[in-house]
């Protein structure tokens, strides 16, 4: 139930990141570099025309907060006086002692900002670098551990595929594609609940297998879909609270199915007897009294296996919302320091 999204390479990974990921490559693809005299954004943030939070600052350089950080505490550090550093690449013997400069500041930045426990110096270089700013700056990322390698630019191109690769998030692929094998495997095993049983009760059995696994299926995107408006009013608890409901009178509704099924070989008189005399044999797929007994049988063990499933799903459906909401939680932090700055585009909108 909570697989198809995850199966389709989408994960748990932070919707903002996504997005941040298109949108940085995008610009670095249309990004040109700069002549010498041309001022690039970083420089009317230099000259206070542009506000930013500034946390760091000398005769040399400036060190400020991203506006979109990937990581609880993502500094830019960049050189005041940019003459000519447009890259890493272009760096002459005379950039030496800006470029240890702003080594240094970054180490004075990880120590004020408590990163001892480690952090990433970045510097995007060029196109490929997906480098949107043509004026050199430095990446300090840290306050929560960081995988390696990176993601590839041929993912980050395309934020519908791009993942986060933290621990988290893979047990939770696990667990969503391992959902979905089961959903499936108990999709199979219903069948004999609904072949042999009255129509009435063969609709009933349907019908609350197709809730709950509607239910799965609506929690497993809910996550994603947070950001969106028109998911705004939906609660994942709630969601999350239906489909325990469900999934638990599911369970309810099997055992009594096999309780029924049960009841013609323990109640003491022949089979035959007792099916026609409650009439076993008007069941979905009319299957005579002579039949019946041997089919019943079999579905008593494929009924017993479909209630360890749904178990099985009940379990590891918690074990995902659990994550969902630890890494949920951890996205709305981000999300509301980055909405403590003011947006690009707002920013650039100012001076156009």
């Not at 903002?16 to 002549?35: G, I, L, N, V």
């Not at 830019?76 to 013997?93: D, H, N």
């Not at 042999?196 to 019908?207: E, K, Q």
């Amino acid at each position: 139930m909570f697989a198809v999204r995850s199966c389709r390479v989408a994960s748990k990974r932070p919707s903002q990141f996504y997005r941040w990921m298109s949108t940085e490559a995008d610009k670095a693809r249309a990004a040109a570099e700069p002549q010498p005299h041309e001022p690039t954004i970083f420089d009317k943030i230099i000259n206070k025309e542009i506000p930013a939070n500034v946390i760091y600052e000398n005769d040399k350089v400036l060190a400020f907060r991203d506006i979109s950080p990937q990581s609880p505490t993502h500094v830019l550090v960049i050189p005041k006086v940019r003459a000519g550093l447009t890259r890493l690449i272009r760096a002459e013997e005379k950039h030496k002692e800006i470029l240890g400069e702003l080594l240094y500041t970054a180490s004075v930045v990880a120590r004020n900002e408590n990163l001892e426990d480690g952090y990433r110096v970045v510097i995007n270089d060029g196109k490929n670098g997906c480098q949107s700013v043509y004026h050199l700056h430095l990446h300090i990322i840290g306050g929560r551990p960081l995988g390696w390698p990176p993601v590839t630019s041929s993912l980050a191109t395309n934020w519908r595929v791009t993942l986060f690769f933290t621990s988290d998030s893979m047990v939770v692929l696990r667990d969503e594609c391992s959902l979905l094998l089961i959903w499936l495997v108990q999709g199979v095993c219903v069948l004999p609940a609904l072949a042999l049983t009255a129509a009435d009760s063969a609709v009933i059995i349907f019908g609350l297998f197709l809730l709950a696994s509607s239910s799965g299926f609506l929690l497993s995107f809910s996550s994603t879909c947070q950001h969106r408006r028109a998911c705004q009013f939906v609660s994942t608890a709630w969601i999350a609270w239906v489909f325990y409901t469900l999934q638990s009178i599911f369970i309810a509704v099997l055992t009594m199915t096999i309780y029924n099924f049960l009841l013609p070989f323990t109640s003491g008189v022949e089979f035959q007897f007792y099916c026609k005399q409650i009439h076993l044999e008007d069941n979905l797929s009319s299957t005579p009294c002579s039949s019946l007994q041997g089919k019943l049988a079999i579905s008593l063990v494929i009924l017993t296996v479909d209630v360890c499933l749904a178990f099985m799903i009940l379990v590891i459906g918690r074990r995902i919302v659990q994550k969902q909401y630890i890494e949920y939680t951890r996205v709305q932090k981000e999300i509301e320091k980055a909405n403590n700055s003011p947006s690009q585009d707002t920013l650039l909108g100012q001076h156009v």
